[in-house]
């Protein structure tokens, strides 16, 4: 059985170091632009910067995935608007059941957000302020003109989504997470066929907190749609955060690799994925880049797993 890893340190860095045609399944979920705090990409004063990052990512990661290999994106949408709430400002909040805010405690107020303003360039039109920007859309098309195919989408129904505040706009309920391929002949489950929707909650964790995680369901549902299971399928997340993705593939047998740039994040997924190998009786390693354990880093810089 080959080992599951999770590797600290930028997956700008990392991907090229994967063998080409490697990987079975991506389920990754990247930074939203503007919205958190964090390391790597999402912290972009112009958006469209934002795409050429996450653009660089996804095209290093193509010839990384095999001839079946599919890449699962879950990625929000932002509205070209501040992001400027702090935790004292909970008192001007119109959230809640009476619109007069929660307890001052809250993760809607505590959250360590991203201080983003409004890109405004009056020569294109859709950097307007307050327009939704259509981040993902914009991502997809260049991918494609880069050499992926889209496949298709699924729409994440929240159970408990994050409540918002009075705004003249529908009140977002929903993500999507789209689905991407090498070749048109990628594995995908046919029987019973994969469904358009998916309904399910967010979930918390413990331990370090990772505000923007996705729940377990998320990646269990997409590595399942790929139709095979076990230890030769070989799943990534390049933004791997809090290990949910790996947490998904070790619970399917099959092998992880994922890349995470926050060293505490990292030390995190750790602890939580030797807990799943523990109960599973998997191989699982986690390795920092750039440390001492080079004795999982090839001569030729490749990354061996």
């Known amino acids: 059985m080959q080992k599951s890893q999770v590797f600290q340190g930028d997956c700008l860095d990392l991907i090229p170091r994967l063998p080409d045609t490697s990987i079975d399944i991506v389920v990754t979920s990247p930074p939203y632009w503007g919205q958190r705090d964090s390391l790597g990409g999402g912290t972009e004063k112009d958006p469209r910067n934002y795409i050429k990052f996450l653009k660089s990512v996804f095209v290093a990661l193509l010839p990384k995935l095999k001839q079946c290999g599919i890449l699962w994106l879950n990625l929000g949408d932002s509205y070209n608007t501040p992001v400027n709430w702090t935790a004292k400002d909970y008192k001007y909040s119109s959230l809640g059941p009476d619109q007069s805010g929660f307890n001052p405690e809250n993760s809607a107020y505590t959250k360590p957000r991203f201080k983003r303003k409004a890109f405004i ?13 259509m981040l993902p859309q914009r991502l997809l098309i260049t991918l494609v003109e880069s050499g992926y195919l889209y496949r298709g989408e699924v729409i994440w129904s929240k159970k408990n989504a994050m409540p918002e505040g009075r705004c003249r706009r529908p009140h977002r309920k929903h993500e999507p997470i789209f689905l991407l391929a090498k070749s048109e002949q990628h594995s995908f489950r046919t029987n019973p066929p994969v469904p358009s929707v998916w309904t399910f909650s967010n979930e918390s964790i413990n331990g370090i907190q990772h505000r923007s995680r996705f729940p377990t369901q998320l990646p269990k549902l997409c590595i399942d749609a790929y139709g095979r299971l076990g ?11 809090s290990g949910t993705t790996g947490s998904a593939a070790l619970q399917f047998g099959c092998t992880y690799i994922g890349f995470e740039i926050d060293a505490k994040q990292a030390t995190a997924s750790e602890h939580r994925l030797q807990k799943i190998k523990k109960q599973m009786g998997l191989n699982f390693s986690a390795l920092g880049v750039g440390t001492e354990r080079q004795s999982e880093i090839s001569q030729n810089g490749r990354l061996e797993f």
């Open 121 to 133: 360039d009056d020569n294109f039109g859709w950097l307007q302020y307050g327009n939704f920007l």
């Open 231 to 241: 230890s030769d399928v070989v799943v990534l997340d390049p933004f791997s955060g």
